[in-house]
């Protein structure tokens, strides 16, 4: 079964760091682009960062650059999210994703997501 599964979310207070875990099993990450994206209550969900398949191309938004960072680690068929300096507008579930373009058998997409972790920031 195709699965990624996110761990390390939980509750800092504000200025503290914490480290989320995106484990695959079922597939090969080698292959896919990962992502990290978040959403807030009440709120869309946005791109936190990217990671192409080999980690020589990450990109994010300007609002997330210094703060959070992303890298991977395809031996150990995982991405991982580094957040420091965390204010409580950080407050959210995120999720990893994993995206292989237009390597499904109909030339589609293969995107796989996780089922998220909560982050809390409060003091």
């Known amino acids: 079964q195709v699965q990624l599964a996110e761990s390390g979310g939980g509750s800092v207070q504000p200025g503290g760091s914490l480290r989320l875990v995106c484990a695959a099993s079922?597939?090969?990450?080698?292959?896919?682009?990962m992502s990290w994206y978040r959403q807030a209550p009440g709120k869309e969900r946005e791109w936190v960062a990217g990671?192409?398949?080999?980690?020589?191309?990450?990109n994010q938004p300007d609002s997330m650059k210094g703060r959070f960072y992303i890298s991977r680690d395809n031996a150990k068929n995982t991405a991982y999210l580094q957040m420091t300096n965390l204010k409580p507008e950080d407050t959210a579930v995120y999720y990893c994703?994993?995206?292989?373009?237009?390597?499904?058998?109909?030339?589609?997409?293969?995107?796989?997501w996780g089922q998220g972790t909560l982050v809390t920031v409060s003091s």
């Open positions: 994703k994993g995206l292989a373009p237009g390597s499904a058998s109909d030339g589609s997409d293969l995107e796989v």
């Open positions: 079922g597939f090969t990450i080698s292959d896919y682009g």
């Open positions: 990671i192409s398949p080999r980690g020589d191309n990450i």
